[in-house]
């Protein structure tokens, strides 16, 4: 039987996203994710 979502999964490669875990960063579809979070 097949898992579903994202149970088990701890990485995966992705166009859509960017994470710099040393500067603290989250990049999501080319814009800082504060910026998004602000709309």
Do not use: C, F, K, N
Not at 25 to 39: D, N, Q, R, S
């Amino acid at each position: 039987m097949a898992g579903s979502g994202l149970e088990g999964v701890v990485v995966a490669q992705t166009r859509l996203s960017r994470i710099d875990g040393e500067a603290g960063t989250l990049v999501y579809g080319g814009y800082p994710i504060e910026e998004l979070a602000e709309h």
